[in-house]
């Protein structure tokens, strides 16, 4: 049997794959939306995967740096080698700066850590170019993306600072770039007050103490021993919260991801509803534009299945080279998005079935369409 | 001449609307036309002619009567069938005032389109479908697109279509309507050659005086919807 639906999109092949490469790029950003949420879901876990640590303490009734303010005495890191089975303990810092560049700010959360201690924060797989921080101060790694090369020098506060590293894909959860100094570097950032400030202060009988706090405190547990078991020993004691990595992460990925996704879910249904209805239209439009045909063909007798199956193929067509193009599209452009876009080929097939439900679904009117043409109508002109 | 009945119809009926809008279109037309001949239906435009061409074709619903395509009782009151669109396959073709060829297939898909469609094996269909095409002398364009030929060619495509299924019937809807005064007597010697080879019944729908003397009978329908079919023009 000769197929209707091929020999038409090649009698109009222009038209069908201008239309297809018009739907494919919604299917692109339809992809590319998907990847913008997957690389969010990357970029919240790259400090933690970084970092590997078992045991994140923070702030009493707080769920820590990465959801809210959260301030504990770095002394705490040592104090935490009194519970049995801890094995490492470092203080570390989380802040949001602005980095002066040229007439602009680039934002940045900079990471404070013990360039002494047992956990560093900087991934040597990241690190492209430079060091890791020698120096007690003045030193900055910084990631590609602020546009800072080595020895650059960064004024952040009363202080110049000099880069001397450069990572790739550091990024914190909200897709800003990681910036990594000092421990010591950091809290003066954070906490230290102008010297006017600290004499006003003063002045008012308030003692500047917190110079020495740090956002979190994270620790390793040597192997054998149960990590719950020493997160509950430590909130006990301590008069901490206590998060596992795994904990961290739900805080991560969840409650700080999760109203991104529900946002670029709710985004993409609506890209797919409006790519369906166009897939309809556009059928629609096809199919009245061959109305006199199928009249013809319903008056000399061919079955209702066979123009059905005509404008079925066409619209399942449509819908498979609209993702393909959509495919490619995204391809194309996914590197030139600000936040980083993760493109998996799970999601590709999980749009595809979408597509060939939602294109199923858009033959309905042009189905409608050809049961209601009328044979007579071929007869009389 | 009289071969045997392609179409009989007894007492055929078509009234449109309801009480005093009640319009008698076809009041009680019975007429016999058989295989071999060519049938000129004329009238006055509004008559009726398309609805008579309609009912035969079973494309449109006769308010009463009987009719027969062949040896088969297709209507009596009601169709005999659920699937009209079965007996148009199997017994009827149509050619129609334009081509109206399927655009996006070539000449030789037109024609076999049907063919295949009835599960008739495309090997066998292609053969049938290039000797209509001869026996038409345009079996050279079989691979071109409609587009790409004359009216003149397009309407003997259309033929060639219609006799693709080997019908008993051909119903044409003004064949020449598109056509010059050349083409017409063309296309209707054409159609009168292929009643007698193909022993095939045809009617077709003119307004053209100058074909009615190629046609063997004529079918008019008179005022007040009754048929009246002659062979001799001047009765008309």
Same mark, same amino acid.
């Given at each position: 049997?000769?197929?209707?639906?091929?020999?038409?999109?090649?009698?109009?092949?222009?038209?069908?794959?201008?239309?297809?490469?018009?739907?494919?790029?919604?299917?692109?950003?339809?992809?590319?939306?998907?990847?913008?949420?997957?690389?969010?879901?990357?970029?919240?876990?790259?400090?933690?995967?970084?970092?590997?640590?078992?045991?994140?303490?923070?702030?009493?009734?707080?769920?820590?740096?990465?959801?809210?303010?959260?301030?504990?005495?770095?002394?705490?890191?040592?104090?935490?080698?009194?519970?049995?089975?801890?094995?490492?303990?470092?203080?570390?810092?989380?802040?949001?700066?602005?980095?002066?560049?040229?007439?602009?700010?680039?934002?940045?959360?900079?990471?404070?850590?013990?360039?002494?201690?047992?956990?560093?924060?900087?991934?040597?797989?990241?690190?492209?170019?430079?060091?890791?921080?020698?120096?007690?101060?003045?030193?900055?790694?910084?990631?590609?993306?602020?546009?800072?090369?080595?020895?650059?020098?960064?004024?952040?506060?009363?202080?110049?600072?000099?880069?001397?590293?450069?990572?790739?894909?550091?990024?914190?959860?909200?897709?800003?770039?990681?910036?990594?100094?000092?421990?010591?570097?950091?809290?003066?950032?954070?906490?230290?007050?102008?010297?006017?400030?600290?004499?006003?202060?003063?002045?008012?009988?308030?003692?500047?103490?917190?110079?020495?706090?740090?956002?979190?405190?994270?620790?390793?547990?040597?192997?054998?021993?149960?990590?719950?078991?020493?997160?509950?020993?430590?909130?006990?004691?301590?008069?901490?919260?206590?998060?596992?990595?795994?904990?961290?992460?739900?805080?991560?990925?969840?409650?700080?991801?999760?109203?991104?996704?529900?946002?670029?879910?709710?985004?993409?249904?609506?890209?797919?509803?409006?790519?369906?209805?166009?897939?309809?239209?556009?059928?629609?439009?096809?199919?009245?534009?061959?109305?006199?045909?199928?009249?013809?063909?319903?008056?000399?007798?061919?079955?209702?299945?066979?123009?059905?199956?005509?404008?079925?193929?066409?619209?399942?067509?449509?819908?498979?080279?609209?993702?393909?193009?959509?495919?490619?599209?995204?391809?194309?452009?996914?590197?030139?998005?600000?936040?980083?876009?993760?493109?998996?080929?799970?999601?590709?097939?999980?749009?595809?079935?979408?597509?060939?439900?939602?294109?199923?679904?858009?033959?309905?009117?042009?189905?409608?369409?050809?049961?209601?043409?009328?044979?007579?109508?071929?007869?009389?002109? | 001449?009289?071969?045997?009945?392609?179409?009989?119809?007894?007492?055929?009926?078509?009234?449109?609307?309801?009480?005093?809008?009640?319009?008698?279109?076809?009041?009680?037309?019975?007429?016999?036309?058989?295989?071999?001949?060519?049938?000129?239906?004329?009238?006055?435009?509004?008559?009726?002619?398309?609805?008579?061409?309609?009912?035969?074709?079973?494309?449109?619903?006769?308010?009463?009567?009987?009719?027969?395509?062949?040896?088969?009782?297709?209507?009596?009151?009601?169709?005999?069938?659920?699937?009209?669109?079965?007996?148009?396959?199997?017994?009827?073709?149509?050619?129609?005032?334009?081509?109206?060829?399927?655009?996006?297939?070539?000449?030789?898909?037109?024609?076999?389109?049907?063919?295949?469609?009835?599960? /008739?094996?495309?090997?066998? *269909? #292609?053969?049938?479908?290039?000797? $209509?095409?001869?026996?038409?002398?345009? +079996?050279?364009? &079989? =691979?071109?697109?409609?587009?790409?030929?004359?009216?003149?060619?397009?309407?003997?495509?259309? /033929?060639?279509?219609?006799? *693709? #299924?080997?019908?008993?019937?051909? $119903?044409?809807?003004?064949?020449?309507? +598109?056509?010059? &005064? =050349?083409?017409?007597?063309?296309?209707?010697?054409?159609?009168?050659?292929?009643?007698?080879?193909?022993?095939?019944?045809?009617?077709?729908?003119?307004?053209?005086?100058?074909?009615?003397?190629?046609?063997?009978?004529?079918?008019?329908?008179?005022?007040?919807?009754?048929?009246?079919?002659?062979?001799?023009?001047?009765?008309?």
């Amino acid at each position: 049997m000769i197929n209707l639906a091929i020999k038409d999109i090649k009698h109009s092949l222009v038209k069908f794959v201008v239309t297809a490469m018009g739907v494919g790029m919604l299917f692109g950003i339809v992809l590319i939306m998907i990847g913008v949420y997957r690389g969010m879901q990357v970029e919240a876990e790259v400090l933690l995967n970084d970092l590997k640590a078992d045991l994140w303490i923070v702030q009493e009734d707080t769920l820590g740096p990465f959801a809210e303010s959260s301030r504990v005495h770095r002394d705490l890191k040592d104090i935490l080698f009194a519970i049995n089975g801890i094995d490492k303990s470092e203080a570390i810092t989380f802040q949001n700066i602005q980095l002066p560049k040229k007439d602009k700010k680039i934002r940045v959360v900079a990471v404070g850590y013990d360039i002494y201690g047992a956990i560093n924060p900087i991934n040597p797989e990241r690190l492209m170019q430079g060091r890791e921080i020698k120096s007690d101060h003045y030193e900055i790694v910084v990631d590609d993306k602020t546009g800072f090369g080595l020895n650059d020098e960064i004024k952040l506060g009363r202080n110049i600072y000099k880069v001397v590293g450069i990572t790739h894909k550091a990024v914190s959860n909200s897709g800003d770039s990681l910036v990594f100094m000092s421990l010591k570097d950091a809290q003066e950032l954070q906490f230290l007050y102008s010297n006017k400030e600290i004499q006003n202060n003063e002045a008012r009988g308030i003692k500047n103490s917190e110079s020495d706090m740090v956002n979190a405190i994270i620790a390793t547990v040597k192997k054998g021993y149960d990590i719950d078991k020493i997160a509950k020993d430590i909130k006990k004691w301590q008069h901490k919260s206590v998060y596992t990595d795994g904990e961290q992460r739900e805080i991560l990925t969840k409650n700080l991801v999760e109203k991104s996704q529900k946002q670029i879910g709710l985004f993409t249904a609506i890209l797919i509803m409006v790519s369906t209805i166009i897939i309809a239209l556009i059928i629609y439009t096809m199919t009245l534009e061959k109305m006199k045909s199928i009249a013809i063909m319903k008056l000399i007798g061919l079955s209702n299945i066979v123009i059905i199956k005509m404008v079925v193929e066409e619209t399942l067509l449509l819908g498979v080279f609209a993702f393909l193009f959509g495919n490619i599209f995204s391809h194309l452009i996914y590197d030139i998005f600000p936040k980083f876009v993760v493109l998996l080929i799970g999601d590709a097939w999980m749009l595809f079935g979408v597509v060939l439900i939602s294109s199923v679904l858009s033959s309905f009117i042009g189905i409608n369409k050809v049961l209601k043409a009328d044979p007579a109508s071929a007869i009389g002109g | 001449m009289q071969g045997q009945v392609a179409i009989k119809a007894q007492n055929l009926v078509k009234y449109f609307g309801k009480d005093e809008n009640l319009v008698k279109v076809i009041d009680g037309a019975s007429f016999e036309i058989y295989k071999g001949e060519v049938v000129a239906l004329i009238a006055p435009s509004g008559a009726g002619k398309t609805t008579l061409l309609m009912m035969i074709g079973c494309v449109l619903d006769p308010t009463s009567g009987k009719m027969w395509l062949g040896e088969d009782m297709v209507y009596d009151n009601r169709w005999l069938t659920r699937d009209t669109r079965k007996i148009r396959r199997q017994k009827i073709g149509f050619i129609f005032q334009a081509h109206y060829l399927i655009p996006f297939l070539n000449i030789l898909e037109n024609v076999t389109l049907l063919p295949l469609a009835s599960g /008739i094996d495309e090997k066998i *269909a #292609n053969q049938k479908a290039m000797e $209509l095409l001869s026996y038409l002398d345009i +079996a050279d364009k &079989a =691979k071109s697109m409609s587009s790409q030929l004359s009216g003149g060619q397009n309407q003997r495509v259309a /033929i060639a279509r219609a006799l *693709a #299924n080997n019908p008993q019937i051909i $119903l044409a809807d003004e064949p020449t309507a +598109a056509l010059d &005064a =050349k083409r017409s007597i063309s296309v209707i010697e054409m159609l009168k050659k292929i009643a007698k080879e193909q022993n095939v019944a045809i009617i077709t729908v003119t307004h053209d005086e100058r074909i009615l003397p190629y046609c063997d009978r004529i079918m008019k329908i008179q005022n007040r919807g009754t048929v009246f079919v002659s062979t001799d023009l001047a009765v008309l």
